[in-house]
């Protein structure tokens, strides 16, 4: 299975009307977990690099819902670029797979919905230990 297919970007519908935009986001409908912790990043710059971390049992889906930016997926073999362009859209990541966020706009706010409540021990924020974790060496 390719990355892209284990990424998958999703469309949330745009319920707006005339008074505005409303776009409604439901855990394990519009996107495939029951939302446990949700957090927004804002105030960086395009030299800013967040993220740079894989998990190990929290999944995640990544929303600008102002501005945009980008997201690096990668699982060690393969990688792609995902360019958060529009608050209808987001990108789902799984467990096990790193990614970076960076190239934020001035107005970013990328929201992030998580499956998880936050525990610190599950993060591998170190990118050679993820490669030898996903090798399965010790």
Request: glycine share 6%; hydrophobic share 35%.
């Amino acid at each position: 299975m390719s990355l892209k297919d284990l990424c998958p970007v999703l469309h949330f519908r745009d319920l707006g009307d005339e008074r505005g935009k409303l776009v409604v986001i439901e855990g394990s409908r519009a996107i495939p977990f029951s939302i446990k912790r949700v957090f927004y990043i804002y105030d960086s710059d395009s030299t800013v690099v967040r993220g740079q971390h894989a998990n190990r049992e929290s999944e995640f889906v990544l929303i600008n819902v102002a501005g945009t930016s980008k997201v690096r997926i990668t699982d060690g073999k393969e990688e792609i670029i995902v360019e958060l362009n529009k608050p209808m859209m987001g990108v789902y990541i799984p467990k096990m797979i790193w990614k970076d966020m960076y190239d934020f706009s001035p107005d970013s706010v990328l929201l992030v919905l998580a499956s998880t409540y936050y525990d610190g021990n599950e993060y591998i924020r170190n990118y050679d230990d993820y490669l030898k974790e996903m090798r399965g060496d010790k």
